[in-house]
T-cell receptor, first 120, second 115 residues
Framework: GAVVSQHPSRVICKSGTSVKIECRSL??????MFWYRQFPKQSLMLMAT?????????EQGVEKDKFLINHASLTLSTLTVTSAHPEDSSFYIC????????????????FGPGTRLTVT | AQSVAQPEDQVNVAEGNPLTVKCTYS??????LFWYVQYPNRGLQFLLK??????LVKGSYGFEAEFNKSQTSFHLKKPSALVSDSALYFC?????????????FGGGTRLMVKP
């Protein structure tokens, strides 16, 4: 299989604090991970693409200093929401794509279960 | 640029009836096409994909989709709907020539299957 986990599943934090969300590929190596944001009843919006060992590529309009992404290993990427504000409250979903070392590139992205962030 | 359109916000169907969830796409080159399903407060689950070959793709849970190049469509279908199929469905496309390997998602279609 290709399982992606996210931790925590839910987090409530106070305005001004920072929150870290972890995304792990449990049974495969992910050279590329993606972070999405989903507002209620809306589609997923790509925030950034993260390649292992290099800086993340952010989509237009996404503040790189606010949403810090680290992809330090082939199985772990983290998203840190710094100085969170209520408008950052959302559902954050990561996905991972297998690298060539894990077999053929299938073009599929395997999604984590998501993290519900609520900033009070 | 690539884009995906899901023209219906919601599709209602009775259990046991066939269902169709529509998707049209736009890419500059040849597409890779995907369908995902999302249950409440959960991430996306992969249903099926079209990469190349047979235009009719069969996926998980009895779903299938047909790639129609002339109509730039990739509609999701199932012969007999189940109440448990009720969820949010997303179509996604990636241009084969997109070096960034990004997926672009449609707006989603909520499927409601009534007993």
């Amino acid at each position: 299989g290709a399982v992606v986990s996210q931790h925590p599943s839910r987090v409530i934090c106070k305005s001004g604090t920072s929150v870290k969300i972890e995304c792990r590929s449990l049974d495969f190596q992910a050279t590329t991970m993606f972070w999405y944001r989903q507002f209620p009843k809306q589609s997923l919006m790509l925030m950034a693409t993260s390649n292992e060992g290099s800086k993340a590529t952010y989509e237009q309009g996404v503040e790189k200093d606010k949403f810090l992404i680290n992809h330090a290993s082939l199985t772990l990427s983290t998203l840190t929401v710094t100085s969170a504000h209520p408008e950052d409250s959302s559902f954050y979903i990561c996905s991972a794509r297998k690298g060539r070392t894990s077999g053929a590139v299938t073009y599929e992205q395997y999604f984590g279960p998501g993290t519900r962030l609520t900033v009070t | 640029a690539q884009s995906v359109a899901q023209p219906e916000d919601q599709v209602n169907v009775a259990e046991g009836n066939p269902l169709t969830v529509k998707c049209t796409y736009s890419v500059s080159g040849n597409p890779y096409l995907f369908w995902y399903v999302q249950y409440p407060n959960r991430g996306l689950q992969f249903l099926l994909k079209y990469i190349t070959g047979d235009n009719l793709v069969k996926g998980s849970y009895g779903f299938e989709a047909e790639f129609n190049k002339s109509q730039t469509s990739f509609h999701l279908k199932k012969p007999s709907a189940l109440v448990s199929d009720s969820a949010l469905y997303f179509c996604a496309v990636r241009d084969r020539n997109n070096a960034g390997n990004m997926l672009t998602f449609g707006g989603g279609t909520r499927l409601m299957v009534k007993p």
